[in-house]
């Protein structure tokens, strides 16, 4: 019986079934008392042996959308299964086989085989009515109502018309086919995406709005800045001001502006006065006895900082005693101008000249922190 099992058996016949269960007995009573490595090879031979049986159940389910070869492993798999699972005790390996191996083929059309997730209760339902429709069409010599198909099944048309729109989910289009015609569209070009923008509609309207309550020159910065991607050392010189007070504009508008978002009335804009230009950065340095006072007011923006760096350079190169830094008249600092200060508090160390910076404002004090400018009191 088993020298045949490495050669394909002939069509099924009853006494092929017979056999077959014969097989399976003489496979239980040939693993009693065998070692394990010798058990798995009586399992193979029972495998191998049975292996037309699972081929022809699987042949019935072909036709269906799925192809053969995948049919025929699901099978297989049951097979197997069936085998490591058999008690000679409970009855017919063959229906025992049987029910095993159609059983995974069913799982596999139930599990793998939709396109998209469809409950289980409607995956019968479709069964079901496309077992009615069937009927009723030859019945009727047409195609069934949903009326007619609810009162066949006993089920209401509401679930009757889910099942048949869920059918189209077992092997949905592809977007990449083409729509037809002699277009070169496909059916993802049809479909819409999603607007990331649209969460920010209310924002911008709301801005557009409070854009016209600011100033002329504080619009036309904002929308140099952020629409024309301008610098600020650009804008200021459209304008004819300081850097540093095109930052002070930019953060005066935007602060408002947020706050104007945040609030149901949006606060007022001064009175629609416009904001002075800052003093001119005023730099002098002064001899008192050994000791050399840099004195600096005003705004440090890049024209002021040249001014700073020259008088510091020249402060430590006399070798005094000490040289103070007051800030006191000092109202902001940009970049070149903490590069000024720390410019001279470089050459300081080098000539071993102590240097000391005093009487800062606190607004002053937090630029010179961050630089790691110390200053004292």
Not at 81 to 86: E, G, L, M
Not at 195 to 204: G, P
Not at 261 to 277: I, S
Request: aromatic share 6%.
């Amino acid at each position: 019986m088993f020298g045949q099992t490495t050669t394909p058996t002939p069509p099924p016949t009853d006494r092929g079934l017979e056999d077959l269960d014969a097989a399976a007995l003489a496979y239980a009573a040939r693993i009693e008392g065998l070692p394990p490595e010798r058990r798995q090879e009586a399992r193979d031979d029972l495998v191998r042996f049975a292996l037309p049986f699972a081929g022809r159940l699987a042949r019935r389910y072909r036709g269906r959308g799925e192809p053969l070869e995948d049919l025929e492993q699901v099978a297989r798999l049951g097979l197997v299964n069936a085998v490591d699972r058999y008690d000679p005790e409970r009855g017919s390996f063959t229906a025992y086989a049987a029910i095993t191996i159609v059983g995974e083929i069913k799982r596999h059309f139930r599990d793998r085989t939709w396109g998209v997730h469809v409950p289980r209760r409607l995956r019968d339902l479709i069964l079901e009515v496309g077992q009615a429709t069937a009927a009723l069409t030859s019945e009727l010599s047409r195609a069934p109502s949903v009326a007619e198909l609810a009162a066949r099944l006993e089920t209401p048309e509401e679930e009757i018309l889910a099942a048949l729109e869920s059918a189209a989910g077992y092997s949905p289009a592809s977007l990449n086919a083409p729509v037809g015609g002699e277009s070169s569209a496909e059916f993802g070009d049809l479909v819409g995406e999603s607007d990331t923008a649209l969460e920010s509609v209310d924002d911008r309207v709301t801005v557009s709005g409070l854009l016209h309550r600011l100033p002329w020159r504080e619009r036309r910065i904002l929308a140099m800045r952020f629409y024309g991607n301008q610098t600020q050392a650009e804008i200021a010189a459209r304008f004819g001001i300081s850097q540093m007070h095109v930052s002070r504009l930019l953060s005066r508008a935007l602060t408002w502006l947020r706050q104007a978002m945040l609030a149901d009335t949006p606060p007022p804009w001064q009175n629609g006065a416009a904001e002075a230009e800052p003093a001119k950065a005023k730099i002098s340095v002064k001899q008192n006895g050994d000791r050399v006072v840099v004195e600096v007011g005003g705004e440090v923006d890049r024209d002021g900082a040249d001014q700073l760096r020259r008088a510091m350079l020249e402060a430590v190169t006399g070798q005094p005693r000490e040289v103070v830094v007051d800030l006191v008249g000092a109202g902001g600092f940009d970049a070149g101008g903490i590069a000024a200060l720390m410019a001279g508090r470089d050459a300081a160390a080098r000539t071993g000249v102590p240097l000391r910076l005093t009487r800062v404002q606190p607004a002053v004090r937090r630029s010179l922190a961050a630089a790691g400018l110390p200053s004292a009191d």
